[in-house]
């Protein structure tokens, strides 16, 4: 059997159908199993952080694996440690939790969001849980991140949905002001939304929720699983607006392709979790520590943030060019850094499509978006390559 067949016959089918089949990736590029090559701003959604196979990364990935793989939470190993130290050094005073992915990191600031309500209501359990989230977020298709994810389409089928969340409107703060009562113990919040279609949360607007979250004693929650790690020209995107976080959930890019996930905690609310409190077989063992240090050397190594900054303005200028050139279909450029996207007249899918028919890999997002999310090593060449691609496939489409 091919792949194709092996996925129609084994996997189950709660993704809609793939058409390519990718055996192998160097850099910015990937490869389909007919030999076609590939400008990959897909990056697995933001995930390959260093691009495909970074020698580094795949040096510190082999020498782990031939060392120690895996030991459980019963014992410390020292790339945990080493690992929290490099991100609470750049996040700020704090302390970390490791698990494996985006939702289960989200499943941690909801868990944390609670304990911190029981403190708030002097021990009682279930007076004060609510979590306020953002309409269009997307926090992940566990129970609790489904909760809080107020979207039809990820939620449908699969009600009642837990209890206690409520959406305010982005960039809207009194709709998030109303909601606020004794009951609420945090506000979960990405700064740049993902999957909802690369909408940003205003300076002003971040601002406003932390001095509502002070004024009440609520948690300011990030969820930084997309938008974080550098993507957009800062080490954390919330920090744009130059606000603190109680707390924030990272994964994707975070071990540079290997899963994992992990929440910081503000040094202020580390007592929360006590032991026995909360836990992950895997979480952070010493394969995926050796793989998240080895993106967070790279990222400094090679000073990727900044470049990030500075390559950007050029970039989205050039996006814009090509969406006035093509009005009939495109809309406008979305987003910030490297988690870009176009808006389109148009259905997206066939668009995706086009573009991967002329070599350039992208990840459509809500709605109307197709997401560029070049991986973090990308160069203003490669930038300017995905622009060329673009203005022929709008072009096309106009044309149609
Ligand atoms: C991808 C994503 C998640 C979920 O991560 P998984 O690893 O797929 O569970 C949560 N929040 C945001 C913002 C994401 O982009």
């Known amino acids: 059997m091919n792949t194709a067949e092996l ?3 084994y996997i189950l089918s709660n993704y809609g159908v793939r058409t390519h089949t990718l055996v192998r990736g160097e850099g910015v590029r990937a490869w389909d199993d007919t030999g076609k090559c590939y400008l990959d701003f897909c990056t697995g959604i933001a995930v390959d952080a260093l691009g495909h196979s970074h020698p ?23 790339l945990q440690g080493r690992l929290a130290q490099a991100i ?5 005073p704090g302390k970390m939790f490791f698990c494996n992915s985006g939702t289960e990191a989200n499943e941690a600031l909801l868990k944390l ?18 979590v306020i989230v953002a309409e269009k977020a997307f926090h992940g298709r566990t129970f609790g991140a489904m ?4 979207q039809d389409k990820i939620q449908n089928g699969f009600r009642p949905m837990l209890d206690g969340f409520a959406v305010g409107k982005m960039n809207d703060l009194s709709s998030f002001e109303k909601l606020i009562g004794s009951d609420t113990a945090a ?17 002003e607007f971040l601002q406003g929720l932390r001095a509502l979250c ?15 790690l550098g993507r957009v020209g800062k080490f954390l ?13 990272l994964a994707k890019g975070l071990a540079g392709g290997f899963p994992m996930g992990g929440i910081w905690v503000a040094e202020q609310h580390t007592d929360l979790f006590t032991p026995g409190s909360h836990g992950a077989t895997f979480g952070g063992n010493p394969l995926a520590c050796a793989a998240a240090l080895a993106m967070m050397e790279v990222l400094d190594g090679e000073g990727l943030i900044e470049k990030i900054a500075k390559q950007t303005p050029a970039w989205h200028q050039a996006l814009n060019g090509i969406v006035a050139k093509h009005p009939k279909v495109a809309k406008e450029v979305r987003g910030v850094g490297y988690m870009t996207g176009i808006a389109l007249h148009v259905p997206t899918a066939p668009v995706v499509m086009a573009l991967r028919e002329e070599g350039l890999l992208t990840a459509p997002a809500g709605g109307d978006v197709i997401r560029l999310l070049p991986p973090l090593i990308a160069t203003e060449a490669d930038l300017a390559e995905s622009v060329a691609i673009f203005d022929k496939v709008l072009a096309r489409m106009e044309s149609n």
């Open 7 to 9: 996925y129609e016959k």
């Open 56 to 78: 580094q990364w795949v040096r510190a990935v082999q020498k782990q694996a031939a060392t120690l793989v895996h030991t459980s939470n019963l014992f410390r190993n020292e």
């Open 88 to 92: 609470v050094q750049k996040a700020g």
């Open 113 to 130: 969001a609670r304990l911190h309500g029981r403190k708030k209501a002097s021990g009682a359990e279930g007076v004060c849980h609510k």
């Open 147 to 150: 909760s809080a994810t107020p």
């Open 187 to 203: 506000i979960l919040i990405e700064a740049v939304q993902g999957e909802g279609g690369l909408s940003m949360a205003k300076p």
């Open 214 to 228: 002070d004024k009440h004693g609520i948690l300011l929650m990030f969820d930084e699983i997309q938008c974080g």
């Open 237 to 249: 995107a919330f920090q744009l607006s130059g606000v603190k976080a109680d707390a924030f959930s």
